[in-house]
């Protein structure tokens, strides 16, 4: 892989660690287990994600993200949790992408994946409140159904083509900002102001 290659590949997963960082986990993990990813000497320190362990706990988290996202209440709870694990995962996962040789490079990418992750969850789950306060359950299950769908789509670009799979999460990294300034114009609509008065 090419440094831009690589780049692309660290910035897609940790975009994608903002959504389903398990099942990022979990999938990479069983590609490399299987043999579908080759990891080039400078991903060696991704070997740790085929390890049979970490394979079954990532699966067993990914299987109960996957239902728990689809119940409105347990949603909201389990994004408010993920505020910080997410973010931490994304950036660990793009610190084991990119080269650990050069100190710069291990700070640019853990800020800049952690980053990535971390607006692409805040995005998601300001999307997801704001859906999540419908009172019928099918509007949850039908965009808790197309973020599995994406990121499991984005996943497969990403591992076949990374770059075309960065600019795919660059589109999705503007759109995550665009919902959570949407959502917080709506909540500002929702709620009243607060009035203060000088003490």
Known sequence: MTAVELLALAASTSLLAGWRLYLVTFVTGIAMRWGYVDLPQQLAALDVLANPWLIGLTGVAALFEFFADKIAWIDSAWDSIHTVVRPIGGALLSLAIVDAGDPAWQVGSFLLGGGAAFVAHAGKAGARAIVNASPEPFSNIAVSTAEDV???????????????????????????????????????????PVNRTPA
């Open 150 to 192: 994406a990121t499991g789509g984005l996943l497969a670009l990403a591992i076949a083509n990374p770059v075309a799979a960065a600019l795919i999460a660059l589109i999705l990294v503007l759109l995550s900002l665009w919902l959570v300034l949407a959502a917080r114009r709506l909540v500002r609509r929702i709620l009243p």
